[in-house]
């Protein structure tokens, strides 16, 4: 079984570019998350979604991230204008969709912001 | 509100046992969970355990529940050069739709040959 994917693996921008990153969930998963990484600290979750519906956004900034999963499969997400506190390690991961169901990582989208 | 506490670095001499510790705050939580992060790499499942639970055996890796001071705690059996990495502690809350994880800021394991 595929797991998550996650394009691109790294990317480098400038301050105030926009930037946009891509997941594709294991087969059938139902649930999808976006986490951001800082380094040095343990992900923090930034938007659920369950199919193509938003379940949790609470720690989203909406004033420059967005998020999507049109077709409740893939999801991108995207930063504009980035700012030097937006470099992290964006991680997607996905769950079968059943509570209490064991989420599954990606690799993540290593994200510096010059 | 939800906090994951761990120690930062644990350093440990190979074939011993490492033991990794971490403390949380929501006694909500329902699901408790251990990843595993190696350089560069995403984040790797090692094993979990639900909140009626007290201990669970996974090979080399066992975890030990404490409901009552919110205390969870990863023993890794004859520690090898490949166990060398980030541990996360990680809880979940279930109830509603929201079950995004909460975690630590990791423990990182140095193994001394």
């Known amino acids: 079984e595929a797991g998550v994917a996650q394009s691109p693996r790294y990317k480098i921008i400038e301050k105030r570019q926009s930037v946009a990153f891509w997941c594709n969930p294991i087969s059938g998963h139902a649930t999808l998350y976006w986490y951001q990484q800082i380094l040095g600290q343990g992900p923090k979750l930034l938007i659920q979604?369950?199919?193509?519906?938003?379940?949790?956004d609470s720690q989203l900034p909406k004033d420059r991230f967005s998020a999507e999963r049109l077709k409740g499969v893939d999801s991108t997400l995207k930063i504009q204008p980035a700012k030097l506190e937006d470099s992290a390690v964006y991680l997607c991961a996905s769950s079968h969709g059943t509570a209490g169901e064991t989420q599954y990582f990606g690799p993540g989208t290593r994200l510096l912001v010059l | 509100g939800e906090d994951v506490e761990q120690s930062l670095f644990l350093s440990v001499r190979e074939g011993d046992s490492s033991v990794i510790n971490c403390t949380y705050t929501d006694s909500s939580s329902t699901y408790l969970y251990w990843y595993k992060q190696e350089p560069g790499a995403g984040l790797q499942l090692l094993t979990y355990i639900f909140s009626n639970m007290d201990m669970k055996q996974d090979q080399r890796l066992t975890v030990l529940l404490n409901k009552k001071d919110k205390h969870l705690s990863l023993r890794i059996a004859d520690t090898q050069t490949g166990d060398s990495a980030i541990y996360f502690c990680?809880?979940?809350?279930?109830?509603?739709?929201?079950?995004?994880?909460?975690f630590g800021k990791g423990t990182h394991l140095i193994i001394q040959p």
């Open positions: 979604f369950q199919n193509n519906g938003v379940v949790d």
């Open positions: 990680a809880e979940r809350l279930t109830g509603g739709g929201a079950d995004g994880l909460t």
